[in-house]
């Protein structure tokens, strides 16, 4: 976690600067040109490789449902509160952007989506809604937490990507939208560290219980 703060309190100019190139990679969803990076999926992909592709999809996928339902239980608590309302809804716009791309990727590589979409959904608005109702201070800390993992994963994720590479022109873009994403998610947890999230009552037990969550979600979305 101290590493990906350490990330995270950047300055914004420097992560400006560093994601010029990979904060182009979701317009090419979003708005074109499309082409082979963008509309095919690899053809020569050992039955291995294909799988882990599927399930990288899966569980962004399923991550950006969950992300966008936390927000949505938050924004019914916060909504009202003049500081606090537009900050949640700004970080909710962004993963908004997040689940339409992955929505495309999901189709574009023909990857097998979750069972578990409605339980996302569920416990998602459950969680943003229960923290927000615990306070504003544990709302943040929530977004912490899952930004905490999420920053992680993406890490992984890249790293178990990064061999593909040279198979189709897509992962080295699928590689970008991943980095950029990243770097949204860090971006959240360094704005809900600065609203006061290590604040809330109880931020340890709070945090430690919504990161194992993550994790347990993530390895269940894997399989299914």
């Known amino acids: 976690m101290s590493l990906l703060l350490r990330q995270a309190s950047r300055s914004n100019s420097i992560i400006a600067c560093a994601r010029t190139a990979s904060t182009m990679a979701s317009s090419r969803y979003l708005d074109g040109p499309q082409d082979a990076a963008t509309l095919e999926t690899p053809k020569n992909?050992?039955?291995?490789?294909k799988e882990a592709l599927s399930a990288?999809?899966?569980?962004?996928?399923?991550?950006e449902i969950a992300a966008n339902w936390i927000y949505k239980g938050q924004?019914?608590?916060l909504s009202s509160d003049p500081k606090t309302g537009p900050v949640v809804q700004e970080m909710w716009d962004q993963e908004k952007k997040h689940l339409a791309v992955m929505d495309k990727l999901q189709i574009q590589h023909d990857a097998r989506p979750t069972a578990l979409t409605e339980v996302a959904k569920i416990a998602g608005f459950g969680l943003g809604f229960a923290t927000a109702l615990m306070g504003k201070e544990a709302a943040m800390a929530c977004t912490e937490a899952v930004e905490t993992v999420i920053g992680e994963h993406y890490d992984n994720q890249l790293r178990d990507l990064e061999l593909m590479e040279p198979l189709h022109?897509?992962?080295?873009?699928?590689?970008d939208v991943i980095r950029e994403f990243r770097d949204d998610e860090?971006?959240?947890l360094?704005?809900?560290?600065?609203?006061h999230s290590q604040r809330a009552p109880h931020h340890a037990l709070l945090t430690t219980i919504v990161e194992g969550g993550c994790q347990i979600a993530i390895q269940?979305?894997?399989r299914f």
């Open 75 to 77: 924004y019914a608590v």
């Open 56 to 63: 990288a999809i899966r569980i962004d996928q399923a991550g």
């Open 190 to 195: 360094n704005t809900a560290v600065y609203h």
């Open 169 to 175: 022109s897509s992962i080295p873009l699928l590689r």
């Open 45 to 49: 992909l050992s039955a291995k490789q």
């Open 186 to 188: 860090l971006e959240h």
């Open 220 to 222: 269940l979305c894997k």
